[in-house]
């Protein structure tokens, strides 16, 4: 893969426009290059098109109906569009802002749903040494490793959440997207799955959705920011918090709307 | 295993399409029935129907089976059915309508007392009575002890029963909708209770019990069961209560017992479906225009 | 104030009315219902035997209830792939579109048409079509009186399981989608599984409303009074037993066909608040 000539970025976003309905664009003409192992903040105000942008990346946005794309994504230099959504999906997985554990489903099962939703069938042994793995991954082993066999949805918020992040990088995902995924979450939990991100980020490529603009400047290498479904401005973290080029963005930073 | 993956998309994109294509093809099939029902009853049906088919009663089985054998019309219609019809469900409706309101707003407005569950439940279990249990019922009650004979008192009695449910039970789940607030800034104001329950609950729900009211009428219309047992038809037009009448749905059942009145029944048919259904479209166009709760 | 106490009085009042009402039904019918248990004692519900001739009368209400349950069963193993996949077209595969619209008041028009109309219509029309495909000499039986059965309860098992359907939470579909599965594979490993209890209710009270069906069966299961002995065998259910022989009953005879109908309200109650009670632990 390091021979391609844009080793440095895992997806490339090329003049991407989205709309809902004829004429009415989420996203308008966005384009963008996501850095490999690095935490990547897209914010703006609600409405902005983030939300759609992010989902747009695993195809995610094409569960509503008559949506139209224009536009391309590039993954290691293919597009997106010519992959089979399925293989898509197993290499850019997705967290979402309220942790949804399958109720049906125990803990472990969560754990491996990915394999079993893909009709993936393997050895018992295979499938421990994977919960295991993934759930180390997120620090939720020594808390449900007695548990694991109860139904996932008697966990904590916080805990469900970093059980969905198990589930998402159990398949080992190249890139991993986090839709506002502390947005229902309180304070320590928050703050435990910001650890969480700064250690997978050493493994994956991280691309995280938040209107929080301090966890945006706390935890992101790159940050986007979007307005009205343009991409305004993007670029280092540290660089587009101190010194932004676009007024809009700076209005955005020091609170004036969203 | 990531050849594994590669390996089964195809078989499971197939799968997905099959399954897909499955759906369709059987809500397809479901939908089948509508059309040939509709479309049946439109052909075999409709040119029975004329003004004289409205305004005269049925006409006994010689006329008809003179007319038949000559290609001809079959002279009559339904006159007394339709008569009897509106003479037992106006009956029915001028009863259960009134008592299923306020038993519906009893229940809304005690939701929380044990009793007014017991309430519900019971509307439950009456809703669900098969209908010919309640033509027994108004055989016993009224034929045998009241009227001495069938009666178009005895088929509105079970038309009553069979609404009373429906009517509790739309009038209840309407009012559930109305926001808790508007009943507490009416009584906030002041307002005597009854006043919040006919200035406020009533017309803010309007819609929705017209519709409850609608959908109920549009059922019992088309009853026939509990009328065999209490009402039991009669060729002439009556509006003696005590006396037996006819409905559109028995005289359906008379015309199919007799081999020479096919062809009106096609018609009769035909207008009882037509009759019913609009009225349920109309139930539920009242439904979706004023929906302001 | 007194307007207030006279209002509540009221409302109260006619809420008796119901209690009175369940009271009297029940009352009523087990009532009319005792000279045949006083006969027969509970061979009535056990006996096949149904001979109205004077002097050799005997009643048992066997060959009508195993007409009535297995009427309504075939008619809702038929009713279930239809309403199913219906229910499915309508709150997933083209949730929120017009289409979706169109089909679910087409189904709705279903539930519209009296039951009299179904009777007639399945005599005219499917009876002779059966009757072509050479399983059947009369075209009336069991079969015939299911396959209308299963049309006329399709628009109840449908608006409920799509109801219930539509009520899966969106974000566990997203989460299995954002994993790789089909749309096939969503339905099947997160919507049914959520969905189970409640598609199951609403089949349970489908079928209530089957056992109860009267008209549409009188008119096409062929009024044998005997066990049905076969698919295209024609039978009798209770309830339209009790259609057909109620005018011309009395003494032992009526109170044979009341303690059917008490039966059959013993049977629909059953029925319905099993379903009701799943609905409710569903909600």
Known sequence: ????????????????????????????????????????????????????????????????????????????????????????????????????????????????????????RMKKSQRDDIVEEALRNVALWDEVKESLYRKGTFLSGGQQQRLCVARAIAFNPEVLLLDEPTSALDPVATSKIEDLLGELKKKYTLVLVTHNMSQAARISDDSMFMYLGELVESGRTEILFTNPKDSRTEAYLTGKFG | MKKELSDNIGRRNRANGWFRSLVIAGSVITIIPIFLIVGNLAVKGYRQINLAFFTEPAPDTFQAMMAASSGEIIPGGIANGLTGSLLMVLMASLIAVPLGLMTGIYIYENSTRRYAAFIRSLTEILQGVPSIILGIIAYLWIVKNITRGYSALAGSVSLTIMMLPLIIRSTEETMRMIPVTIREAAFALGTPYYKMIYKILIPVSFSGLATGILLALSRILGETAPLMLTALGSPAISLDITRPVSAVPLLIWDFYNDPNMVNLVWSASLFLMAFVLSMNLLARSVASKHKYI | MAGDRITKALLFISSLTILLLSAGIILSLAGGAVPAFKEYGIGFITSTKWNPTAGSEEYGAMSFIAGTVITSILALIICIPMAFSTSLFIAEYYRGTRTAGILRSLVDLLAGIPSIVYGFWGFYALRPLLVSTGLTDQGFGIFTASLVLAIMIVPYATSLSAEIISMVPSELKEAAYSLGATRREVIFHVVIPSARSGIIASFILALGRALGETMAVTMLIGNANIMPRGLFAPGNTMASVIANQFGEADGLKMSALIAIGLLLFLITALVNALGKMIIKRFA
Not at chain 1, 62 to 91: A, C, H, W
């Open chain 1, 1 to 120: 893969m390091n021979d391609t000539p844009d080793s440095e970025h895992v997806l490339t976003i090329k003049e991407l426009s989205i709309a809902y309905e004829p004429g009415r664009y989420a996203v308008n003409d966005v384009s963008a290059a996501i850095r490999r192992n690095s935490i990547t903040a897209i914010m703006g105000p609600s409405g902005c098109g983030k939300s759609t942008l992010l989902r747009a990346m695993n195809r995610m946005h094409e569960l509503y109906p008559n949506i139209e794309t224009k536009g391309d994504i590039l993954l290691d230099g293919q597009s997106i569009f010519s992959m089979s959504v399925i293989e898509l999906r197993r290499k850019v997985g997705m967290v979402f802002q309220r942790p949804n554990p399958f109720p049906n489903m125990t803990i472990y099962e969560n754990v491996v749903a990915g394999f079993s939703l893909n009709d993936i």
